[in-house]
């Protein structure tokens, strides 16, 4: 069989996967009216949980387990966003580590709050102005994030579910030379994890500490002589060059879900967890 004619199988199984996708959305939209008349909420984090492992489950091959999963939870969150829209808050700006958990959690599908710290993200799930909170709850280099646990003594919401990612610090800078940068700009948790490489590389460029690695790449994008410590996303979005800064971290999501039962941390490794948030009794 020649390349034309695989190619056109492909076409052929590609219309079918749109057949059958169109039939799961015009149920998923069904399922939406019956949560809506019966106060249930859009989230269900353990049924799309059991979604995931079943079908995992069931997968022969070729493609690996986290293909099946990665594909069906873009699947999962398009469903979701049928039914109402999906508000997910976060740590802010866009491009911060928090906002690609999120993404990855919950889907390119869900509506996504930048908010200026973590207090905000547990008073826009509270207030109802969004669905799930995403926070990060600790990392494998320097412990629990304090913000985090504050609010989860303070709150009623609940975690319902984590999710773990794995991070990659970049250095980002205009600056045409290590030689040139004189102030690095830097979320304290990102500084901390990468003290060596700092100390090593530019030991005399001050470090001047931020509330989030986004608004540390906003800020050194003003300037030539500024570094930031963040994601490389970031710097695509604030369009900033990046150079490897140092090795990668783990870091974990939190997220409040609308379920009435609280979903056990799946993570069995080392890594920063973003756990997620719910209100006991909340519809």
Known sequence: MGLDEWR??????????LR??????????????????SGEPVLVPEREQ????????LNSGPLPAGAVRAIWSEILSA???????????????????????????FGSSAEFLPVRGIPEVFDEVERGRADVGVVPIENSSEGVVNHTLD????SELLICGEASLEIHHNLLSRAGDLAD???VFSHPQARAQCRGWLNRNIPDAEVVEMMSTSAAVEQTALDPTTAAIA???????????AQPASSWQWSTMVHRSESSQAMPASGAYAHTPFA???????P
Do not use: C, M, N, W
């Not at 056109?8 to 996967?17: F, N």
């Not at 997910?88 to 958990?101: E, F, I, K």
């Not at 609010?151 to 303070?154: A, H, S």
């Not at 994601?231 to 060059?241: H, I, K, N, T, W």
């Open 20 to 37: 059958l996708l169109s039939q799961r959305a015009e149920l998923s939209l069904e399922i939406g009216r019956a949560k809506r008349e």
């Open 181 to 183: 940068v004189k102030r």
């Open 50 to 57: 059991e979604i995931l492992d079943e079908l995992a489950r």
């Open 276 to 282: 997620g948030l719910h209100v006991p009794g909340a």
């Open 151 to 154: 609010g989860l003594i303070d």
């Open 79 to 105: 469903s979701r966003g049928l039914q109402r829209p999906f508000r997910v808050a976060y740590l802010g700006p866009q491009g911060t580590y928090t906002h690609l958990a999120g993404l990855r959690h």
């Open 8 to 17: 056109t199988r492909i076409d052929d199984i590609d219309r079918q996967l």
């Open 231 to 241: 994601s490389e996303l970031a710097g695509q979005l604030y369009r900033v060059p």
